[in-house]
């Protein structure tokens, strides 16, 4: 089973960038649907984006649309969430989840996920 592992993480001033990368165990990554969700303390996990395995369609939350872009490379085995323009309400531990067939956007149908990254976004 594929495995994920996300890296990039930081502390970055509000208006800042960061870049997520997720990287998968196996080949059969370019199989698979990715997003990414994040998880702010005290609050449910939620739905920042997803591409689907080809790179060819992309879904935004509506707090991501505008300032942030997902992306993948599957020669790579890497997936990507670039974040532009950062708000404190951005800070979060940010996963990457994996799923082969229809891209969803719910939380509750994937199964494979990363171990997380901490994003801290100061005002």
């Known amino acids: 089973q594929v495995q994920l592992i996300e890296s990039g993480g930081g502390s970055v001033q509000a208006g800042g960038s960061l870049r997520l990368s997720c990287t998968a165990s196996?080949?059969?990554?370019?199989?698979?649907?990715m997003a990414w969700f994040r998880q702010a303390p005290g609050k449910e996990r939620v739905f920042v984006a997803v591409?689907?395995?080809?790179?060819?369609?992309?879904y935004y939350s509506d707090s991501a649309k505008g300032r942030f872009t997902i992306a993948r490379d599957n020669a790579k085995n890497t997936g990507y969430l670039q974040m532009n323009s950062l708000k404190p309400e951005d800070t979060a531990v940010y996963y990457c989840?994996?799923?082969?067939?229809?891209?969803?956007?719910?939380?509750?149908?994937?199964?494979?996920w990363g171990q997380g990254t901490q994003v801290t976004v100061s005002s």
């Open positions: 591409i689907d395995s080809s790179g060819s369609e992309t």
């Open positions: 196996e080949y059969t990554f370019r199989d698979y649907n």
């Open positions: 989840a994996a799923r082969p067939g229809t891209v969803v956007l719910g939380k509750y149908l994937y199964h494979i």
